[in-house]
């Protein structure tokens, strides 16, 4: 059997983490004068690179009083209607028919359907415009790392690119060294950087499930298996504890085994 065909199951470990408790404090300073809110000054927005605009925001005025959010500066291009009549796969009704129509589709293709609208299906679920943008700006800074060579290699680019480090305890250490609010705030990116990498790591399967279409494994399996990972991805970000969380790593790990025991029996 050909090298290509021997594949490594990615280990899909949950990270436990501490959730910090303490209350919230806070103090306050003199003012010279009466401060409505921080203000930022924006550049325009650029040109649309894989589907991607971004701009520049600066801090003009800074109210202590005031924790005004950055204004945005990335988001997906503007898409008008012609565009959006060139659609090949975005607009079709079900998950697997969308997962269905981009396997289908040329390398180029794609890169146009991408251009027209990058919508990665755990983000086209998300109601919260932020939340949503979020997301869309995570897979995009997720992208160099394909690139990468499969495994450690891969994964480191993921860890540096969330600011994620190698050490999981020395971050929950670094988290409790802080004091209340910042605290709480530490371990809550902590814990969305760990999520956020195991994610990639169902997205990881996904892209080497597909590229076993050239060895002879039906569109229908990978499709079937795609969709399902992505149905698990929704259901990971609506779990509610970390026990809910690691029943979806084991059903991804039993989705990909079952696949895998397919596929083989596919492969010519």
């Known amino acids: 059997m050909s090298k290509r065909v021997i ?19 806070g103090g306050s300073g003199g003012s010279s004068g009466p401060c409505t809110g921080d203000s930022f000054k924006c550049g325009v927005w650029s040109e649309c690179v894989n589907g991607q605009q971004t701009r520049t925001c600066t801090l003009t005025e800074d109210c202590e009083n005031a924790n005004d959010p950055k204004p945005a500066e990335t988001k997906p291009c503007q898409v008008n209607i012609v565009d959006e009549v060139n ?11 969308r997962v269905q129509c981009r396997l289908n589709l040329t390398e180029d293709e794609l890169r146009t359907e991408l251009s027209l609208r990058y919508l990665p299906e755990e983000c086209r679920v998300i109601d919260n415009q932020t939340e949503r943008q979020d997301c869309v700006n995570r897979y995009a800074r997720l992208q160099v790392c394909w690139n990468k060579a499969i495994g450690e290699e891969r994964f480191s680019c993921v860890r540096e690119k969330l600011e994620l480090g190698n050490d999981i305890s020395q971050e929950k250490a670094n988290c409790n060294s802080k004091l209340n609010v910042e605290r709480d705030s530490c371990f809550n990116d902590l814990r969305k950087k760990v999520y956020n990498t195991i994610k990639f790591k169902f997205y990881d399967l996904e892209e080497r499930a597909e590229e076993m ?8 399996l990978i499709a079937e298996f ?7 991805k929704q259901e990971f970000n609506n779990a509610d504890t970390k026990e809910e969380r690691k029943q979806v790593i084991l059903d991804v790990r039993k989705l990909w085994q079952d696949f895998i025991k397919e596929a083989k029996e596919q492969i010519k």
């Not at 659609?87 to 028919?97: A, R, S, W």
């Not at 279409?213 to 229908?220: A, K, P, Q, R």
């Open 213 to 220: 279409e050239e060895l002879g494994v039906s569109e229908d």
């Open 87 to 97: 659609l090949k796969c975005g607009d079709k009704e079900t998950l697997k028919e």
């Open 7 to 25: 594949l490594i199951l990615v280990s899909l470990l949950v990270v436990g983490i501490v959730y910090g408790a303490g209350g919230g404090g």
């Open 226 to 232: 795609v969709t399902n990972l992505e149905i698990k």
